[in-house]
């Protein structure tokens, strides 16, 4: 069989991004988690490099992460406020599969404050 060679055109238009569908009892029903492509996580990387706010960063990658069944995204920023409301239990659940998906390395809120604090300011 004869190797394939890749072009722009096929990089580009390739879905190289998973996602998952995760029933949520406490909310009534199923949600989709995608993992998250450069720019996203840039957008997160961003958002716990100035805030010693762990669940904040959380719901940021939260509100990037879950989406509708075409992968776009359900939350904004300006969401994050109301994501503070809900249960925290379905929150952390969320969180790992997010973590999981986009290759965090995440383990726990404390592993996430240790490693905002070390990435390098400037």
């Known amino acids: 069989m004869e190797e394939k060679y890749l072009t722009k055109e096929d990089i580009l238009n390739c879905d190289d991004l998973k996602m998952e569908s995760v029933k ?3 909310w ?3 949600i989709f988690v995608k993992e998250l492509n450069v720019k996203e996580r840039i957008e997160f990387e961003a ?4 805030k010693d706010d762990t669940m904040k960063a959380m719901l940021t990658m939260l509100s990037i ?3 509708d069944k075409d992968g776009n995204r359900l939350f904004e920023a300006s969401d994050i406020e109301l994501l503070y409301k809900k249960n925290v239990k379905v929150i952390l659940k969320l969180f790992r599969i997010a973590n999981k998906l986009s290759a965090l390395n995440v383990e726990s809120e404390e592993e996430l404050r240790k490693n905002s604090e070390s990435i390098p300011q400037g």
């Open 28 to 30: 009534g029903g199923t």
């Open 24 to 26: 949520v009892k406490e």
């Open 47 to 50: 958002s716990i490099k100035d």
């Open 65 to 67: 992460s879950i989406c």
